[in-house]
Nanobody, 122 residues
Framework: QVQVVESGGGSVQAGGSLRLSCAASRRFFSNSAVAWFRQAPGKEREFVTTITRRDGKTIYADSVKGRFTISRDIGRYTVYLEMNNLKPEDTAVYYC???????????????WGQGTQVTVSS
């Protein structure tokens, strides 16, 4: 029933690192792209990064370029988000989702996970 499960969130000091995992079934990873979004209290859910299933092409939000890295392991049906040099403004619930197209548009993504909390303190 649950197609996407995020893990790896936690609390870290500014400048620290975390690695999030998005584990799913074979069916889940049949989609064209997998993305990470995040949502802070009182804010809209925003795009973070996405990766294509076939070629590993990526797109990053300007706010995380140079700090976050998305990758995937097809054999393990898992997508990772390595988050380095974390800032307090990165604090949010991070969600994994799939899409039939390579896009940053939230409305294009399906099979959302339940999210994992990331808290960055100064």
């Amino acid at each position: 029933q649950v197609q996407v499960v995020e893990s790896g969130g936690g609390s870290v000091q500014a400048g620290g690192s975390l690695r999030l995992s998005c584990a799913a079934s074979r069916r889940f990873f049949s989609n064209s792209a997998v993305a990470w979004f995040r949502q802070a209290p009182g804010k809209e859910r925003e795009f973070v990064t996405t990766i294509t299933r076939r070629d590993g092409k990526t797109i990053y939000a300007d706010s995380v370029k140079g700090r976050f890295t998305i990758s995937r392991d097809i054999g393990r049906y898992t997508v990772y988000l390595e988050m380095n040099n974390l800032k307090p403004e990165d604090t949010a619930v991070y969600y994994c989702a799939t899409s039939d197209e390579f896009t940053t548009a939230r409305a294009s993504y399906n099979s959302w996970g339940q999210g994992t909390q990331v808290t960055v303190s100064s």
